[in-house]
């Protein structure tokens, strides 16, 4: 499995599996008109305006060649919540749902999110959509606001959620696995963050780099980090932390050469996209 950015050429594909889950999630809930009338042409129009105005990003999670999967996401259309970030649509194909698929890809869709600076998160689904309303909670989504949608001839209530997503930090370990010294095992640290309610942890490379998200602030995220490397791994080794906004505002005054050489590749436009 593996989760992919969208193309421009993509969207029509993208248009007819949103069409077709859409029919299947929604057949006992809207009436038969409105999802016979239902168009894949007409959808298409709608997110390709969206991808051309840069509006929206799309996210294809596909195994092998299938697409199971994908993600609208991006600057919000909710009205009232216009300054946050919006997931506006993701689906699975019926077979994967369940197994973890939804919630990897719906993590991912977050983080992108987050990654372009939104510190609140809206979506909206049709309130009698049981399953979505109930996945959206797990994933601390809280209703805000209840409002209707006229699908066709008919008016239906409408669930209006909101997160406000964790800040993210980079966690940067001095030392560790240099000549054979101080060796740690990135997916023994990963799972190490993840056990002291870290979240959304990603690790870069193998020299310590540590990308997560935390409701602490940045000093008492620096004093659990260095407390973890210390209990877990029996290492007392300096630990710096820095949030990716700090980050971001301090590359946004970098020189005009950074970053355009092969060696300066930006690690995050690969990994978390800070």
């Known amino acids: 499995m593996k989760i992919i950015n969208a193309e421009r050429d993509d969207i029509l594909t ?15 809930i809207v009436s038969e008109d409105y999802l016979d009338a239902l168009s894949v042409e007409d959808r298409h129009k709608r997110l390709l305006t969206r991808y051309d105005e840069g509006a929206s990003d799309f996210l294809m999670m596909m195994v092998a060649d299938k697409l199971i999967g994908a993600a609208v996401f991006g600057k919000s259309f909710t009205e009232g919540y216009e300054a946050d970030g919006e997931i506006s649509a993701i689906y699975l194909h019926k077979e994967y749902i369940g197994k973890g698929f939804g919630h990897t890809l719906f993590i991912k869709a977050e983080q992108k999110l987050a990654a372009k600076g ?44 909101r997160k406000q997503f964790p800040a993210i930090y980079i966690a940067l370990l001095r030392g ?99």
């Open 14 to 28: 993208i248009a007819a599996f949103f069409d077709s889950c859409w029919r299947m999630e929604y057949r006992q």
């Open 118 to 161: 939104y510190t609140h998160f809206v979506l909206d689904v049709l309130s009698a959509n049981a399953r979505a309303v109930s996945f959206y909670e797990k994933h601390g989504y809280a209703k805000v606001d209840d409002r209707s949608i006229k699908l066709g001839e008919y008016e239906y209530p409408l669930t209006v959620f």
């Open 176 to 274: 560790i696995n240099v000549g054979g010294h101080n060796t740690i095992k990135m997916s023994d640290l990963k799972a190490a963050f993840e056990r002291r309610g870290f979240q959304h942890v990603i690790t870069y490379i193998n020299s310590g780099n540590i990308i997560f998200s935390s409701g602490l602030d940045e000093i008492s995220v620096k004093t659990a980090c260095e407390k973890l490397i210390t209990e877990d791994f029996g290492l007392d080794i300096p630990v710096c932390v820095i949030s990716a906004a700090d980050l971001r505002e301090a590359l946004s005054h970098a020189p005009e050469w950074w970053g355009t050489a092969p060696i300066c590749t930006n690690l995050f436009d690969n990994k978390f996209a800070v």
